[in-house]
């Protein structure tokens, strides 16, 4: 059955929908029910490129909830019931473990979202599905499409799945609970649809509770952060000498939040456990599947409880525990180790199971099938084993010694998490060393202890032509393609004959719609060796783009020698048949790219397409069902099949499975799919059920055009100029050629417009910046001079647009934001004030507005009034922003510094103990004293000790500085040496003086460094009002700003 409709009925605080189907005491509901919610607002219309791009951000926050209802799908048996909110990302909201009433994870009772993710908004708890470039991924808080059903064999299923716009890739996840076994499942299907490699990203993160009695159940000997550096040992910190498998034990470092990637041994499950509950969860999954095993916490000090309080209302801390397809979330410095980006390749469908259970009275876990989790513990003279069933069975229990000998052979019958217990004498010097039950091995005592490095090697050169090749491909691994492109220019100046390097220039020139150069380049590729699949590949796809057609199947068919690129190589042939209406050979070639890729998606719709055009209609729905089966929420199949039967229930079949954020996006991707087959009715046809927009409008305006159907084509052109123009951000490379056509048709600013987003996003800035230039007409549409000015680099002109947007928007606080931040970095203070200033007195509801205000204020001095805005400023920051707390230590110290310069004392010591303070209004937690940075406030409060003759307490406040052990990076560091100095520990001073200045890149640092320690070092009285003010810039020199 496909999806459930409802009618809601108010009972209590749920309005219960729906239908509710029952099949073996395992069965689902639909219906929906109301939260307490804080809710996101604020989108940005403005285009953000980079890793964001085609979506945009939220920026509104509240701390005031309001009653929402949120659709739920519910699953349930004997022993679980599973929460599933599909309007929020298709999270597992809760997991009630019905014997115990146990929550398994973190079911958070308030929807509070905060920003935290990709886009902005994130809400604490369950489990969270990630795909595509980075974690939390744009769909995490958005509706998704989903449908539920009944299963044959008496399982229930929720599958939830959207498109990722970042590359194109479909994912889908199928939430099933089963009838009769103490688990459920969460089935991934992800599919790169399109004929490129992409990035390589999926991590699906589990909150739980975190309490002080939690242990983390985690194979492994070493644990490696996002860089790919190793941390520390694991589960014992050799360092810090603590268990940190025990969450209680990560209470040191404060100002830090914890995120330990688990490696080092064969394992295939982690899970965690509460003693004082003594109940706990656990994760299996077949290891190649799931290689990444990680712990996130926030710092055990007020540093992470201001996020509790931040993210929910009364359910207290949680901790993440995460399961990847990689070993590490990998950041960019990961490239520099062993844990490099890798590619998804064109048309790769992978295909993964994860097993999630409760657990209890085990408070070890040595190992897990899915038979179950096992505890085997040896005492003095007898091992106890402990068997936590997970299916129901009867068979022979055969225990083996050291000797190869079966000391226990027993028939026994498990039930499902019905604890089973034996006890095994064995002499002194025996020891048991497999466990099986039938012919599954449960336990083996071995050393699973891996070799895998995970320290790169010494004296790799990153400044050879492969160390830049490799720089760049993992670039474009992260979609970070404007930085890759000149390492791999600099490589092949480097070795101009370098295959790989070429080959990846060619794709980020066809990523760059610059289809000639990329055909160029595979073509020197292949002059070099022309058998090269990588090469082939990427000159078969240039030439594709550009109509050349036998060069294109000429590029295919030498990649298919490859078997890593033979499926794809095949689909692309495929593909070219069927253009040019070869659908036999089409179909043929169809068939082949499914035999070493059987879940190949594309494969398997082009042949649904060959069979339906050649009229072989039984075997196109043999075809769809396949489809289906692997990916039931297709929209394809359900597209063709109204196609098939015309009628108006198939077509509201088909719409009904379109759920998610953005439906045009799924219209607008599968109509460009058949644009790219050739088949432009069926291109039409869908287009022409999407909701209008401009980019829409265009696109069927031009296939009016293409089928010769003028009236429609000059309407829909009109519709474009009518539409709704906000947050409309082209993306598709499709979209060139349409808008082109739309700009030659309309003299209109709108295509030019789009056309030049689409152009910028293909970091093509010069293209862009012309066509922007082209328009001559007045625009009244904000967000275009606002991108304007992106593009422009004379700044008269850029002030000028960035004018232009404030006075067509001026509630809108973006373009005033962007007109102040232009003049602070022109340095035109007073001008920024006076931008600001107004703006902020009329709307004081954003915290950002705030900081800017603020920063505007300090730098024009006016530093008491930057005190009382940061009075009153309540903050719910992104994740990582200390830029709150940074603004006011920097206005409290210079407050402290202008009182020193006038002698008022009292008012200086007031201000420095001010500045130690952590305001909670300012959504910044105090980490652990030890963990503070005071130097800068130490050093003031030994000047002031000097100047009312306390030596002693002048020496102690020096001590603290000398003896900080804090960063040697920053510019207090400088202090820390005067301080030694003026300790008496001259030489030692003039020691690290000296070092410092050697690691200093930056020459005007070191100058000025050297001038003030020679400067001060013998001074009697070392306060420099200028130069303490130059050290008290330093707090907030880099603010705060967002990876992507």
């Not at 804080?38 to 791009?53: E, Q, T, W």
């Not at 036998?550 to 070219?576: P, Q």
């Not at 203070?829 to 007195?841: G, Q």
Request: aromatic fraction near 14%.
């Amino acid at each position: 059955m496909f999806l459930m409709k409802s009618t809601p009925v108010i009972l209590g605080l749920f309005l219960i929908s729906m239908y509710s189907f029952s099949q073996h005491n395992c069965q689902f509901k639909e219906y929906t029910a109301v939260y307490n919610t804080y809710p996101y607002s604020d989108a940005n219309p403005i285009p953000l490129f980079g890793k964001i791009y085609p979506y945009f951000r939220y920026d509104g926050y509240t701390t005031l909830p309001e009653k929402k209802s949120w659709k739920i799908v519910e699953l349930e048996n004997d022993f679980l019931k599973i929460k599933i909110f599909p309007e929020i990302g298709g999270k597992i909201w809760s997991v009630i473990d019905k014997r115990s009433g146990k929550e398994m994870f973190y079911g958070n009772e308030v929807v509070k979202f905060r920003d935290i993710s990709l886009r902005g908004p994130w809400t604490s708890g369950g489990i969270e599905f990630n795909y595509g470039v980075i974690g939390h991924s744009p769909s995490c808080s958005f509706p998704v499409d989903y449908l539920v059903r009944n299963n044959k064999d008496g399982s229930v299923s929720c599958v939830v799945g959207t498109l990722d716009l970042l590359t194109r890739t479909y994912w889908s996840v199928e939430i099933n609970l089963p009838k009769d076994k103490g688990w459920f499942t969460t089935k991934s299907l992800w599919h790169n649809r399109t004929g490129s490699p992409q990035p390589y990203y999926n991590w699906v993160n589990t909150a739980i509770t975190a309490k002080n009695d939690l242990k983390l159940i985690y194979p492994g000997t070493y644990n490696i952060g996002h860089d790919g550096m190793l941390i520390s040992y694991w589960p014992v910190d050799s360092i810090q000498k603590k268990n940190i498998s025990l969450w209680r034990e990560n209470n040191f470092k404060s100002n830090e939040y914890k995120s330990y990637h688990v490696v080092g041994r064969s394992g295939s499950y982690f899970g965690a456990y509460w003693e004082s509950d003594n109940f706990g969860w656990l994760h299996y999954a077949d290891r190649e599947e799931r290689l990444g095993k990680k712990m996130f916490s926030w710092a055990l000090s007020d540093v992470g409880k201001i996020w509790e309080e931040l993210l929910t209302d009364q359910n207290g801390q949680y901790i993440e525990l995460q399961s990847g397809r990689l070993f590490n979330q990998n950041m960019v410095s990961s490239s520099l180790t062993p844990f490099k980006q890798i590619l998804f390749q064109p048309y790769q469908t992978d295909v993964w199971t994860e097993y999630w259970f409760p657990f209890e009275e085990m408070k070890e876990v040595k190992n897990v099938t899915l038979t179950g989790a096992i505890d085997v513990e040896k005492n003095r003279n007898y091992y106890d084993i402990s068997i936590y069933p997970l299916q129901a069975g009867e068979d022979t229990l055969t225990v083996y010694n050291n000797d190869g000998q079966i000391i226990k052979k027993e028939h026994v019958k498990l039930g499902v998490r019905q604890l089973f217990s034996l006890n095994i004498p064995v002499s002194d010097n025996e020891e048991l060393t497999r466990i099986f039950y039938g012919n599954r091995l449960l336990w083996q005592n071995e050393d699973n202890r891996l070799n895998r490095p995970v320290k790169t090697v010494d004296d790799f050169d990153w400044d050879t032509g492969y160390g830049k090749y490799l720089r760049g491909r993992d670039l474009m691994g992260f979609r970070l393609y404007d930085r890759a492109e000149p390492y791999m220019k600099e490589s092949l100046e480097l070795n101009p004959n370098h295959i790989p390097s070429l080959v990846e220039l060619a794709r980020l020139y066809s990523h760059q719609m610059k289809y000639d150069s990329a055909f160029s380049v595979a073509q020197k590729a292949l002059s070099i060796d022309t058998y090269d699949a990588a090469a082939n590949y990427e000159y078969g796809c240039a030439a594709f783009r550009l109509k050349k057609y036998f060069d294109a199947l000429d590029g295919f068919e030498v990649a298919s020698l490859s078997e890593s690129y033979r499926s794809a190589a095949y689909t692309k042939i495929s593909e070219i048949y069927l253009v040019r209406k070869d659908l036999v050979q089409s179909l043929e070639y169809a068939q082949k790219s499914l035999v070493n890729n059987q879940n190949n998606i594309q494969g398997l719709q082009l042949a649904y397409l060959s069979y339906s055009l050649t009229g072989e209609s039984k075997k196109a729905g043999e075809t769809g069902k396949r489809i289906l089966e692997l990916d039931p929420l297709n929209h394809f199949v359900r597209f063709e099949n109204y196609l098939k039967r015309g009628d108006t229930q198939a077509l509201a079949e088909f719409k009904d499975g379109i759920r998610n954020e953005m439906p045009e996006q799924t219209y607008l991707e599968l109509g460009t799919w058949y644009f790219q087959l050739n088949l432009p009715d069926r291109s039409l046809k869908i287009l022409e059920q999407s909701p209008e927009t401009p980019v829409v409008c265009y696109w069927k305006s031009f296939l009016n055009d293409a089928l010769h159907a003028e009236d429609e084509k000059t309407v829909n052109l009109q519709k474009a100029l009518e539409g709704k123009l906000s947050f409309q951000f082209p993306f598709r490379e499709e979209s060139k050629e349409i808008l082109e056509w739309a700009i030659k048709e309309q003299p209109h600013w709108i295509p030019r417009y789009l056309l030049a987003l689409l152009y910028r996003s293909r970091n093509r800035n010069n293209e862009a910046y012309n066509l922007m230039s082209s328009v001559r007409e007045e625009v009244d549409f904000a967000p275009f001079h606002a991108f304007f000015a992106q593009l422009e680099t004379d700044l008269a002109t850029k002030e000028g647009y960035l004018k232009k947007a404030v006075s067509l928007a001026p509630a809108e606080w973006r373009y005033i934001s962007d007109l102040t931040r232009y003049y602070l970095a022109n340095n035109e203070h007073i001008k920024a004030l006076e931008t600001i200033t107004p703006f902020y007195k009329k709307y004081s509801n954003s915290y950002l507005m705030g900081f800017l205000y603020i920063r505007a204020l300090i730098k024009n001095r006016h530093y008491e009034s930057a005190e009382k805005i940061l009075s009153d400023l309540v903050v719910l920051p992104a994740e990582g922003n200390s830029d709150g707390h940074r603004l006011y230590r920097q206005t409290k110290l210079m407050l402290a510094a202008e009182a020193l310069l006038e002698d008022d004392i009292p008012k200086a010591q007031r201000k420095i103990e001010e500045a130690r303070h952590y305001p909670r209004n300012l959504g910044v937690g105090k980490p652990n004293d030890e963990d503070i940075d005071f130097r800068l406030e130490d050093w003031l409060d030994a000047l002031i000790a000097q100047k009312i003759k306390k030596p002693d307490e002048q020496d102690e406040y020096l001590k603290k500085v000398a003896f900080s052990k804090k960063s040697d990076n920053s510019m207090h560091y400088l202090l820390e040496v005067l301080a030694f100095y003026r300790l008496g520990e001259k030489q030692h001073a003039n020691d690290m003086m000296r070092k410092w200045s050697s690691v200093q890149n930056d020459p005007r640092v070191k100058d000025w460094g050297n001038t003030f320690y020679h400067t001060h070092k013998d001074k009697e009285y070392a306060f420099d009002y200028k130069a303490i003010v130059e050290i008290i810039k330093s707090i907030t020199s880099a603010e705060f700003i967002r990876l992507f």
